[in-house]
C-alpha cells in the first residue's frame, strides 16, 4: 500500500503570512493526488486534485494553490493568510480503487 | 451534485454491535468506502466494496450494500473502546472521492 508523508504536522501562522504544506507519497507511481481541507468537527472539503504532473484542478476558489513538481510531491501554498484559511489539511493519494490519506497538517492562523 | 448523508451521532456499549448507516445519491458509484479518523490524525481507509456486490465482511466488519435504496451500512461486531472514532462514508465519482459528514462513534464502558 501507499505511504503518505506531510509536514509539518502543526503550525500556527500569523493573518497576511504565506504558507507551505508538502506532500510526498512512496509505494506507487503516477498517482491522483488531494488536498482536503477539515474544520473542526466537519466533513472533508475537496479542495485541488492532480492527475498528473503540473495538472491542477481545483474546486472551491479561494485564496489558495497548489502545484506539483513532481510524480509524488503535491504543495499547498497561498501568498497571504486568512482566518479562515485555519483547519486540519489532510494530503490523500490514489493510485487504483483505494484512497490513502496522511496524516494531516494542523493549522492555526492567529 | 453528488450527495452523501449520514447521523452525525452513535453511542453503543463495549461488546455490543455498531450499525453506521449512510446513504448517497449518485446511482453510477463503481466503489463505496468506510474510513476512521481518530482525533488528531488522518483518515484510515477500513473497507470498500464495489458496487456489484451486496455484502463483504472483514473480520469484526461487515459491509452492507442496498444499491437499489442507494444505503450503505457497517456494522461493527463486539465494538471496543478503540473503536471511537469518527466513521467516514465515500462514494467515488470519477478521479474524485465524495465523503459524508462523519458519524461519531462513542463507545460507552
Known amino acids: 500500500s501507499q505511504t503518505i508523508h506531510q509536514w509539518p504536522a502543526t503550525l500556527v501562522q500569523p493573518v497576511g503570512s504565506p504558507l507551505s504544506l508538502e506532500c510526498t507519497v512512496e509505494g506507487t507511481s503516477n498517482p491522483n493526488l488531494y488536498w482536503y481541507r477539515q474544520a473542526a468537527g466537519r466533513g472533508l472539503q475537496l479542495l485541488f486534485y492532480?492527475?498528473?504532473?503540473?495538472?491542477i484542478s481545483s474546486e472551491v476558489p479561494q485564496n489558495l494553490s497548489a502545484s506539483r513538481p513532481q510524480d509524488r510531491q503535491f504543495i499547498l501554498s497561498s501568498k497571504k493568510l486568512l482566518l479562515s484559511d485555519s483547519g486540519f489539511y489532510l494530503c490523500a493519494s490514489s493510485g487504483g480503487h483505494e484512497q490513502y490519506f496522511g496524516p494531516g497538517t494542523r493549522l492555526t492562523v492567529t | 451534485g453528488e450527495d452523501v448523508e449520514q447521523s452525525l451521532f452513535l453511542s453503543v456499549r463495549e461488546g455490543d454491535s455498531s450499525v453506521i448507516n449512510c446513504t448517497y445519491t449518485d446511482s453510477s458509484s463503481t466503489y463505496l468506502y468506510w474510513y476512521k479518523q481518530e482525533p488528531g490524525a488522518g483518515l484510515q481507509l477500513l473497507t470498500y466494496i464495489f458496487s456489484n456486490m451486496d455484502m463483504k465482511q472483514d473480520q469484526r466488519l461487515t459491509v452492507l450494500l442496498n444499491k437499489k435504496d442507494k444505503h450503505l451500512s457497517l456494522r461493527i461486531a463486539d465494538t471496543q473502546t478503540g473503536d471511537s472514532a469518527i466513521y467516514f462514508c465515500?462514494?467515488?465519482?470519477?478521479?474524485?472521492?465524495?465523503f459524508g459528514p462523519g458519524t461519531r462513534l462513542s463507545v460507552l464502558p
Open positions: 492532480s492527475v498528473g504532473i503540473g495538472q
Open positions: 465515500a462514494e467515488r465519482d470519477g478521479q474524485n472521492f465524495v
